[in-house]
């Protein structure tokens, strides 16, 4: 199976920071990789896919790259409706996995 | 618009069965493949299963295979997740999402709001 890490596991920032999320495939997973934020009590919502492109009607504050093993979530700005946990899934192989998640607070 | 509603969770002893259902409309339903992701309280996502569009594939982790049976009926919109041998480490809520592929390949654009499952004596 796939391992996914995510670093870092938290992170405290103020509104208008740039704000940066790395995730880890333990083999290649080519581009096969989504991004997805989490509030506390709602379901996830997707914001990136195939690594790099951007789910219609997301801000473009958000950003992904990568392929292979190492890819990146960049917040290029953060907003206060931005405080959220982020998942990364690859979805290359079966089973899927989920990163562990990366908790962006407020400072 | 596409709306995923999950029922069937709730208390279940360790060991007892217990079948979660999830509705769905606003789209084709019989087009696309379609997973159940899981989270413990305070844990985070967890892929548990999937099963393509008409049913002929299916997949699951290795934390469910041989006790969780995903199904579906295109006739009634609905996917199911059958949850045998239930542990008190399955005490999660568990979402249904839609996949944007016909195969199920991981392409979440919509999930449901979840429903609880607690496996408690």
């Known amino acids: 199976d796939i391992q996914m890490t995510q670093s870092p596991s938290s992170l405290s920032a103020s509104v208008g920071d740039r704000v940066t999320i790395t995730c880890r495939a333990s083999?290649?997973?080519?581009?096969?990789l989504g991004w997805y934020q989490q509030k506390p009590g709602k379901a996830p919502k997707r914001l990136i896919y195939?690594?790099?492109s951007l789910q219609s009607g997301v801000p473009s504050r958000f950003s992904g790259s990568g392929s292979g093993t190492e890819f990146t979530l960049t917040i290029s700005s953060l907003q206060p409706e931005d405080f959220a946990t982020y998942y990364c899934?690859?979805?290359?192989?079966?089973?899927?996995?989920f990163g562990p998640g990366t908790k962006v607070d407020i400072k | 618009q596409v709306q995923l509603v999950e029922s069937g969770g709730g208390v279940v002893q360790p060991g007892r069965s217990l079948r979660l259902s999830c509705a769905a409309s606003?789209?084709?339903?019989?087009?696309?493949?379609m997973h159940w992701v899981r989270q413990a309280p305070g844990k985070g996502l967890e892929w548990v299963a999937v099963?393509?569009?008409?049913?002929?594939?299916?997949h699951y982790a290795d934390s469910v295979k041989g006790r969780f049976t995903i199904s579906r009926d295109n006739s009634k919109n609905t996917l199911y997740l059958q949850m045998n041998s239930l542990r008190v480490e399955d005490t999660a809520v568990h979402y249904c999402?839609?996949?944007?592929?016909?195969?199920?390949?991981?392409?979440?654009?919509?999930w449901g709001q979840g429903t609880l499952v607690t496996v408690s004596s």
């Open positions: 999402a839609k996949d944007l592929v016909a195969a199920g390949r991981g392409y979440f654009d919509y």
């Open positions: 606003g789209f084709t339903f019989s087009s696309y493949g």
């Open positions: 099963i393509s569009y008409d049913g002929s594939n299916k």
């Open positions: 083999q290649g997973i080519r581009n096969d």
């Open positions: 195939a690594a790099s």
């Open positions: 899934l690859q979805h290359n192989s079966y089973p899927f996995t």
